[in-house]
């Protein structure tokens, strides 16, 4: 009963945001541009919002909408993020902060920002490189059905060599999922959505806070008192890889039976305190190595994506 009882006082509480109508409607600044690539300055000035015609709505959400749309003289086609002046503040700051990594970044591994203005009624639109496949999660929803190992190994490896740009670069994903991986008709794979990504200025910069979906968040970011002794930082993304590539092998989230919605206390009870889930029978013994490797649940006892781009799951689809 004292090990119960110790566990009541664990600090678990994930912060909601507050609904409300009465939401500020006035523009926000655009963080300065300290991008070390031209890319993305020299194309932003040489077109505007008004070159792009818009064919689709490709979704919504978080205050926002993402068109394909098409530049009228090039006849280009992209992916335009639009978020709008009166959305909520704390997702202004995410914006903001996707904004600042995107300038940052210039990786085949990780969407490319092409643009970003903002509009005198304080809306801001990113413009994106266009993946006219979707998401990994829409695929697996589709027709396309469950990945095979061979279709996984070749996912984890691209995704790993994203991470690998990303943390080289000093930047945590902290969002990593099925549905923030972008794919086009080369099954190319590429890492999107920097909402809640943190640049670690520091080597040791707290990392643990409750941002992203808390489906994927590993143990340590649940319950950092009795995980996180050896957290890096950079480990919570593996064990979010881990998940996705069970994912889409199983077709459902590992951690919960088919069908069934996942609940944070649910969730945490299972990711803090069950076993990692485990895969069936019909698993390779590298796959199996290969998971296990990810979803450690001490932190300091998962591979880096150093070590797992050397790992022979990934080495067998590797094209050098």
């Known amino acids: 009963m004292a090990v119960v009882r110790d566990r009541r006082h664990l600090n678990l509480r994930l912060p909601l945001s507050e609904l409300s109508d009465h939401r500020p409607r006035f523009p926000l600044p655009l963080p300065p541009n300290t991008t070390t690539s031209s890319a993305t300055t020299t194309f932003s000035a040489a077109m505007s919002s008004g070159d792009l015609e818009k064919l689709q709505v490709l979704g919504h959400g978080n205050g926002g909408t993402v068109y394909k749309v098409r530049h009228k003289r090039t006849d280009d086609v992209y992916a335009l993020k639009v978020v709008h002046g009166d959305s909520d503040p704390t997702l202004r700051r995410q914006v903001f902060r996707e904004m600042e990594i995107l300038r940052r970044t210039d990786s085949p591994h990780v969407v490319r920002c092409h643009g970003i203005f903002e509009k005198p009624s304080g809306d801001i639109a990113i ?11 829409s695929l697996l929803k589709s027709s396309h059905g469950t990945f095979s190992e061979p279709k996984l190994a070749d996912v984890a490896r691209q995704v790993l060599n994203g991470l690998n740009y990303l943390h080289g670069h000093k930047i945590i994903h902290r969002d990593l999922k099925p549905s923030n991986l972008l794919v086009n008709d080369k099954m190319e794979v590429k890492i999107a959505d920097f909402g809640v990504s943190k640049i670690m200025c520091r080597t040791l910069d707290a990392c643990n806070s409750y941002v992203g979906t808390c489906a994927y968040m590993s143990p340590e970011r649940f319950d950092p008192d ?35 919605r996942p609940d944070w206390a649910t969730l945490m009870c299972a990711i803090c305190f069950g076993e990692p ?44």
Request: contains cysteine; proline residues 8%; charged residues 15%.
């Open 127 to 137: 413009l994106l490189e266009y993946m006219n496949l979707g998401t990994l999660d």
């Open 226 to 260: 009795t995980y996180g002794g050896n957290y890096n930082g950079y480990a919570g993304d593996i064990w979010s890889l881990g998940l996705t590539l069970l994912e889409l092998y199983l077709g459902h989230f590992p951690f919960l039976p088919p069908g069934q």
């Open 277 to 320: 889930p485990s895969l069936p029978e019909s698993a390779s013994e590298v796959f199996r190595s290969f998971i296990q490797c990810c979803l450690q649940k001490e932190s300091g006892q998962r591979w880096t994506v150093a070590q797992l781009l050397t790992h022979p799951f990934i080495r067998t689809t590797d094209p050098r």
